[in-house]
Nanobody
Framework: EVQLVESGGGLVQPGGSLRFSCAASGFTFSSYAMSWVRQAPGKGLEWVSVSSGGGSTRYVDSVKGRFTISRDNARNTLYLQMNSLKPEDTAVYYC?????????????WGQGTQVTVSS
């Protein structure tokens, strides 16, 4: 059974930092691209970042230079380091397993973790 369990998140002031983890199980983690996706209040899902199994990365323009996706294939864990946070980063963040490469679609999701950026 595929499981994605997220940890991290919370309330942070503008300009602050947070780090998420997503612990994966039930599949060969290193063989699949993984993404972070977020949903702001009252808005649809927004893709944030993706990492291939080998660690190649992509980001949405709004987070480039501020967020870093990484993975530890030995620990089956995906990370998202978020720096210089802005109020518009407030959202529920989900990790997602993709169906293959970075061009795949999500087929499994984590439970989501709330990030609130506010003073």
């Amino acid at each position: 059974e595929v499981q994605l369990v997220e940890s991290g998140g919370g309330l942070v002031q503008p300009g602050g930092s947070l780090r998420f983890s997503c612990a994966a199980s039930g599949f060969t983690f290193s063989s699949y691209a993984m993404s972070w996706v977020r949903q702001a209040p009252g808005k649809g899902l927004e893709w944030v970042s993706v990492s291939s199994g080998g660690g190649s990365t992509r980001y949405v323009d709004s987070v480039k230079g501020r967020f870093t996706i990484s993975r530890d294939n030995a620990r089956n864990t995906l990370y998202l380091q978020m720096n210089s946070l802005k109020p518009e980063d407030t959202a529920v963040y989900y990790c997602a397993k993709l169906t293959g490469s970075i061009y795949g679609i999500p087929d499994y999701w984590g439970q989501g973790t709330q990030v609130t950026v506010s003073s």
